[in-house]
């Protein structure tokens, strides 16, 4: 079976992708064919500064490869490095109608939130429709924010099959249904763009600063709480299996509860959850060449299964002549 998923270096890689998305595709390597990439060309949608692109998508590498991702177990590249993506996107284009991509709710929440939109931003869905068909990917997992994404990529597939006859295989998501969406500091969704995030890597006194910062409500030592409602809860308890959850829950529910001291423990708890794989991350920062060598001999290994698929979509839609 092939597991499919892309990430993208638009900021630092946070817990919220840690947990929503890079862990799974860690463990799909194991069982199954996996396809796990950086969306280069998506961030283009959000990053004007093509410094601070090249910076992260490298550092994006580094973090997928300290915390295990194993190059020679699976598919991992800069999706920039293979062509075949931005070139199925436009065949793909063809087939999306445009009342498809104004129901995507991305595009409308980053309206609401006055983005300036541009046609990047508005195809978005259909560069990740182009990733995920480009290698026939059987499941894709993903956060439950890209659900819709994913239902237009199955939207496109349909329209263009329907056209062509039976090309791409249908993808289905795989979403952790266990797992809701992971709030920031703030209470909103942790993101990269809102300035809410707490970084996988972070320098000890920048994981202090984040943690002490999450906003919690104003009630009184003495009163009981409500961990449902509660952002440090809702990051503590990413940390915590099902026992150290209830107990975390029944502290809440006792009067005497200090948010200081459950933020004191939960920076430990994080320091030392990723402490087995900083020194791996730092060694990668300290060999950037050899960072470099590994994504270009990986989009060498995907371009041969991308070209497979585009041999056969350029026949189909008349390319070769
Ligand atoms: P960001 O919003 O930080 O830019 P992306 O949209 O690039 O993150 O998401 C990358 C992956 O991480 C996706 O699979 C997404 O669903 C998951 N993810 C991102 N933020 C969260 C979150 N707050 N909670 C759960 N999963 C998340
Ligand atoms: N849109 C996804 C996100 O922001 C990233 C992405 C791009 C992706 N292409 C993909 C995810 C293909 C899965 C499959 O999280």
Not at 154 to 161: E, K, L, Q, S, T
Request: include cysteine; proline fraction near 4%.
């Amino acid at each position: 079976m092939r597991v499919l998923s892309g990430i993208q270096p638009s900021g630092s890689l946070h817990i919220g992708n840690f947990f929503g998305m890079m862990r799974q595709m860690i463990g799909w390597q194991e069982k199954s064919e996996l396809y796990c990439f950086i969306v280069n060309l998506h961030a283009l949608t959000s990053v004007t500064d093509g410094q601070l692109l090249a910076i992260n998508t490298m550092e994006a590498a580094m973090d997928f490869l300290a915390l295990g991702l194993d190059p020679d177990k699976c598919y991992f590249w800069v999706q920039g490095d293979v062509p075949e993506h931005a070139e199925l996107t436009w065949i793909l284009h063809n087939h999306t109608s445009m009342g498809l991509l104004e129901r995507s709710h991305s595009y409308k929440d980053k309206l609401a939130r006055h983005f300036t939109p541009n046609h990047g931003l508005f195809a978005y869905p259909v560069l990740m429709a182009a990733d995920i068909l480009l290698y026939q990917a059987n499941l894709v997992p993903v956060g439950k924010d890209q659900k819709q994404h994913l239902e237009i990529a199955r939207d496109i597939a349909g329209a263009f099959n329907h056209v062509y006859g039976e090309t791409f295989v249908m993808p289905e998501a795989a979403i952790d249904k266990t797992l809701a969406t992971i709030p920031g500091i703030d209470g909103q969704k942790m993101s990269k763009s809102y300035g809410n995030a707490i970084d996988i890597f972070l320098e000890k006194d920048e994981l202090k600063r984040r943690v002490m910062a999450i906003v919690t409500d104003a009630k009184a030592v003495s009163d009981v709480k409500d961990p449902d409602t509660c952002n440090l809860f809702g990051i503590y308890r990413l940390f915590l299996d099902a026992e150290g959850q209830a107990e975390l829950r029944e502290r809440y529910l006792k009067p005497g509860l200090k948010y200081s001291e459950v933020k004191k423990e939960l920076i430990e708890v994080i320091w030392s959850f990723f402490a087995p794989f900083r020194e791996k991350r730092l060694e990668l920062a300290r060999k950037p060449n050899e960072v470099r060598q590994i994504m270009s001999e990986g989009a060498i290994k995907a371009r041969k299964v991308a070209t497979i698929t585009m041999d056969v979509v350029r026949e189909k839609v008349g390319l070769i002549y």
